[in-house]
């Protein structure tokens, strides 16, 4: 198995709180590592060291993905907004400076648009398309230049039932197809548990990981927040 | 009226700042920056009052006042929830000093005029030649950086996660827009510059859904405005910046009507 992402005995304190210490993890090609644990736990500090928005204050990580997709919680997308969702997803093509697009862009596009059932609704304007269609358009960007690495950081939170195992499923099938690495930072159990091959729970100060067959779902259960994400999955499946 | 090389020289100046004001204007749109262009022709009154205490020309005065200070609100913007207090801020203080600067100069009321609301009579060759090399200037850099600029104005956390909306990039745009702005300032007068720098990009939201479709219409709808404003004001002998105005808007709402009679 080859090693896209190696972090040894990571941690991340500020000045008036720790957050977490020595995590340690390999990410192999192909992993769909699910980053679970309460608000506040430290999952977003986790994301923003990996991305080196943070510096460590002790461990080191090494990412051997050459390139990467991220996909946010938050978009700052009105109903005015112009672009349709072909040209919205294009806008993550910039590795050339060329102002228009070559064919071999165009292709990638009209793959990507596809892969990610967005064909029929490509000439649509984004501001009017639905949550999920939105959400499908930014993971279409995310993808659009074939990461090795796709980051979604609460990308499901904002989406009804139906939108975010439709979504995932996508983000599964696109995995299997192109060998990608997934990192999913998310507070839904059940979500992690369908589609998640590893897990990194952030609990108390600690990072605990292993294959997501072996997380104990009730060392999360204490959290008021994650009880109610098990409790809505559980009346709606 | 071509027979005039005043009308000529007013048409050749019109088209230019047509031509950059729709280009620029859809990233100002994109950005949400409309304030921001309606600060920079302020301060572009100052620095053009500026200019005329040195005895220099307006035009030098109001992109080096521009240049100056589109960096330094940007470098005071950092933070977005002070924005609009350093944009407020830096706007107040360039009115009175433009009013300080026309002051000390002993210039008439008729430079004031000028100034804020331009004049199609005063343009010369050597004006059109000074805006050609802008307007190049302009467009070129906004041709090479057009996909990291398209990126961060119309998808800015998408682009900051990428790592596609540097810091440089948001310093070039608003150069480019204090550039802009000291071009259109010569026909629409500095306190209408934002009339062309906003409206025609805005109205193109209704018509078009891919950045360059959205140039080509703003372009357009700034054409309209430029050529039919200088033809109704050599007509009539009444103020281009009117006319200019008046089209504008009534395209906006044209663009307004459309989108709604579509969504019906």
Redesign the interface.
């Known amino acids: 198995m080859e090693t896209i992402i190696s972090i040894k005995n990571l941690a991340v304190n500020f000045p008036d709180k720790q957050v977490f210490n020595d995590i340690n993890l390999e990410i192999n090609r192909g992993d769909f590592l699910c980053v679970v644990g309460d608000n506040g736990a430290g999952k977003t500090t986790f994301l923003r060291t990996l991305?080196k928005q943070l510096k460590p204050n002790q461990g080191k990580i090494v990412n051997h993905a050459q390139t990467m997709g991220?996909v946010?919680q938050?978009?700052?997308?009105d109903s005015?907004y112009?672009?349709?969702l072909r040209?919205?997803v294009a806008?993550?093509?910039?590795t050339?400076?060329?102002?228009w697009l070559s064919r071999l862009e165009k292709h990638k596009l009209t793959n990507i648009l596809a892969e990610t059932e967005l064909t029929s609704l490509a000439?649509i304007?984004l501001g009017t398309a639905s949550g999920g269609e939105k959400q499908k358009a930014?993971l279409a960007?995310a993808l659009v230049n074939q990461p090795e690495l796709l980051i979604l950081d609460e990308s499901t939170a904002n989406l009804d039932n139906v939108m975010k195992y439709e979504l995932l499923d996508l983000v599964a099938h696109y995995r299997q197809v192109h060998e990608l690495t997934v990192i999913f930072v998310t507070h839904d159990l059940p979500l992690a548990k369908q589609y998640g091959t590893h897990y990194l729970l952030i609990q108390n100060g600690r990072g605990v990981t292993g294959a997501m067959a072996n997380l104990d779902t009730t060392q999360l259960m204490a959290s008021g927040e994650n009880q109610i994400a098990c409790g809505e999955e559980h009346l709606n499946v | 009226m071509f027979e005039f090389e005043f009308m000529r020289n007013a048409f050749m100046a019109g088209t230019l700042i047509a031509i950059v004001s729709g280009f620029v204007g859809v990233f100002v749109v994109a950005r949400q920056l409309s304030f921001l262009s309606h600060t920079l022709s302020e301060i572009g009154f100052a620095g053009a009052a500026f200019g005329l205490f040195l005895g220099w020309s307006p035009l030098l005065g109001m992109l080096l006042f521009t240049v100056i200070s589109s960096m330094a609100i940007g470098g005071l913007s950092l933070k977005e929830a002070r924005r609009e207090a350093a944009t407020s801020s830096i706007s107040a203080l360039a009115i009175g000093l433009g009013i300080l600067f026309l002051s000390l100069s002993n210039k008439n009321a008729s430079y004031a005029t000028n100034i804020l609301f331009g004049s199609v009579l005063g343009i010369s060759q050597q004006d059109i030649q000074r805006m050609i090399m802008l307007a190049l200037a302009v467009l070129v850099i906004m041709?090479?950086s057009?996909?990291?600029m398209?990126?961060s104005s119309?998808?800015?956390?998408?682009?900051k996660?990428?790592g596609?909306a540097s810091w440089n990039i948001t310093i070039i745009f608003l150069i480019i827009v204090a550039l802009s702005v000291s071009i259109a300032a010569q026909v629409v007068g500095s306190l209408l510059i934002f009339i062309l720098l906003t409206i025609p990009a805005a109205a193109?939201?209704?018509f078009?859904?891919?950045?360059?479709g959205?140039i080509c219409w703003a372009v357009v709808f700034a054409l309209i405005g430029v050529w039919c404003g200088l033809a109704l004001s050599y007509w009539t002998n009444l103020p281009v910046s009117f006319f200019i105005a008046a089209i504008e808007a009534a395209l906006y709402f044209i663009g307004i009507s459309w989108n709604k009679l579509q969504n019906n």
């Open positions: 991305l991220y946010p938050f978009r700052n997308i005015e112009p672009l349709s040209n919205f806008l993550g093509l910039t050339s400076m060329r102002p000439n304007r930014y960007q | 041709l090479v057009y996909r990291k398209k990126f119309f998808d800015s956390i998408g682009a996660v990428s596609m193109a939201k209704y078009a859904k891919s950045t360059s959205l």
